[in-house]
């Protein structure tokens, strides 16, 4: 049950027995309550005052702001004045020599802390009946922990978040060290393969001798896709989208992804139509439909220039299946300029499922193997793998709001926090017990630090070569 | 006996009264509380509300600010 925070104190002013020896007491009675709310008035006023005082200082804290703000401001406004255009530092090295802005976010915590209740609601509490006082056998226990804390303990959750925070951000750093580690053993092993430099070099000369004879490449790739989706779709759509693709190979592919979005859906339904004839054609006669279907991931480089190409094949390989959906998606990543229409039409979905698919993918198809995987799949799967430590650190964060710490807020931790840390690990066989006092002297400024730290890790996925380089050096 | 009646009629006209006063004084004490209550709440919104604008003041100014020096120190 809430407690009230204020709770004006002789709740009922007749209620209150009547001496025995009273003549008329119905005065009494009125005596008597006219009494109670005098009392009542009393702690009204009591109340009233710590209402005011409340708002006052926080009236106040915001008035010394207010004031800085209006100095800075004025500061400003001078030094603007001296500002002259042509004094501006133009040399790179100005440019990079400076430290790069960032603004200073404070975070809310330590929000419902025992410290922070509000008087009214401490003196409540004082009238209630105190704990047992089982501390005085604490000098009886063998671990040295308090024995109050076994009976109640207002700051038990925020330890528990606390040394979660803590453990997580171990693990992450151990499971980097471990990556690390690990591609640089690939890396040592085997030479590196970059990426083949996607050439239309192949397609045109395929075309030279005239479209017809396009097939025989797609013989190839048919035997080892066997990618139904991929086969069906490409014959509906072969025609169209290579004259669309010779019209507009003109277009430019660093134009923005939106503008082609509402344009993909119009032509999806009747490509749709005549795609869904063709799947069936192509069905039933595998030989000969098979080279243009399997042509058709050939294909899709150039027709992911045209928007509503891309829209087309994207679109049906929704509908069919979702293989051929990483199909699109892989061949049209690895050259550079199709990025930019690629992404809009399979969004998350594809990418998502290009997860699985990739496997079966690499075993087709010549020119689009793995290394194009990496590349689009690329921005998806951080979010996605980070997405998995990610809810038990978000959950502990977002579901701890409120902890209830001792009260011993430090301010000079965040400096010495890394560092500390890092002793507490070289430290870890050899003495445990400096490392919790270190802990403890932590206090609970932690508590940002700790999120942040988070934070920090998730986005760690993406860089983290320069960091984690020096982890080498402390590895068990 | 009449007089006695008179007596016991006056004294709960009188307690009638008091009764009268009592409450008048209770439910003035209650709109004292509820007018605390209710200032109380809508200093606090106000209050907020001054804070995000001035930690969005604070950050603009900080970012001008930033802008502003040439490497130079804050002063």
């Known amino acids: 049950m809430p407690l009230v925070t204020r709770n004006i104190e002789p709740r009922h002013i007749c209620r209150h027995p009547i001496p025995s020896n009273i003549r008329s007491e119905l005065e009494c009675v009125t005596n008597i309550s006219l009494a109670n709310i005098i009392r009542q008035l009393g702690s009204l006023s009591k109340y009233a005052e710590d209402v005011f005082g409340e708002l006052f200082v926080q009236a106040g804290e915001f008035a010394g702001r207010v004031s800085s703000l209006g100095e800075r401001v004025d500061r400003l406004q001078v030094k603007v004045t001296q500002l002259d255009p042509k004094e501006e530092e133009v040399s790179l090295h100005g440019i990079t020599a400076k430290k790069a802005f960032k603004s200073s976010l404070t975070q809310d915590q330590q929000l419902f802390t025992r410290p922070s209740l509000p008087m009214p609601v401490q003196d409540t509490y004082t009238y209630c009946d105190p704990p047992p006082p089982l501390n005085q056998l604490s000098v009886y226990r063998d671990d040295g922990k308090e024995a109050l804390k076994f009976y109640t303990d207002s700051s038990y959750f925020f330890d528990l978040w606390k040394e979660k925070m803590l453990q997580d951000t171990k693990d992450i750093m151990k499971e980097k060290r471990k990556h690390r580690k690990e591609k640089k053993d690939h890396l040592n092993q085997r030479t590196l393969n970059p990426r083949k430099i996607k050439t239309r070099k192949d397609e045109w000369e395929r075309r030279k001798m005239g479209e017809e004879f396009v097939v025989p490449k797609s013989d190839l790739m048919n035997s080892s896709e066997g990618l139904n989706g991929s086969i069906g779709s490409g014959e509906g759509f072969n025609s169209e989208s290579l004259e669309l693709s010779t019209n507009s190979y003109a277009y430019d592919p660093g134009s923005p992804p939106p503008p082609p979005g509402p344009d993909e859906l119009p032509p999806p339904p009747p490509d749709m139509a005549c795609s869904g004839k063709a799947c069936q054609h192509a069905e039933s006669k595998p030989p000969s439909p098979s080279s243009p279907q399997c042509f058709f991931p050939e294909q899709l480089p150039p027709k992911s220039l045209s928007s509503p190409c891309t829209s087309s094949p994207s679109s049906t390989f929704w509908f069919w299946d979702s293989p051929p959906p990483s199909g699109f998606d892989t061949p049209p990543s690895p050259p550079p300029f199709f990025s930019s229409s690629a992404p809009p039409a399979p969004p998350p979905p594809p990418s998502m499922s290009a997860i699985p698919p990739p496997p079966p993918m690499p075993a087709g198809g010549g020119p689009p193997p793995p290394p194009p995987p990496p590349p689009p799949p690329g921005p998806p799967p951080p979010p996605f793998e980070s997405s998995a430590p990610r809810p038990p650190p978000s959950g502990g964060v977002t579901a701890c709001s409120a902890p209830k710490p001792q009260p011993e807020p430090v301010s000079d931790a965040r400096s010495d926090l890394l560092q500390a840390i890092r002793q507490g690990f070289n430290l870890r066989k050899v003495e445990e017990q400096r490392e919790q006092e270190k802990r403890d002297h932590f206090g609970n400024d932690v508590a940002a630090i700790l999120s942040r730290r988070i934070a920090v890790e998730c986005s760690d996925s993406e860089d983290d070569s320069s960091e984690f380089g020096e982890d080498d050096d402390w590895s068990d | ?75």
């Open chain 2, 1 to 75: 006996m009449a007089g006695q009646e008179d007596q016991v009629q006056r004294e709960i006209h009188q307690d009638w009264a008091n009764r009268e006063y009592i409450e008048v004084i209770t439910s003035s004490i209650k709109k004292i509380a509820d007018f605390l209550n209710s200032f109380d709440m809508s200093c606090r919104s106000r209050l907020a509300k001054i804070n995000e604008k001035l930690t969005a003041l604070e950050r603009r100014i900080e970012y001008i600010e930033a802008r502003v020096t040439k490497g130079e120190t804050l002063t």
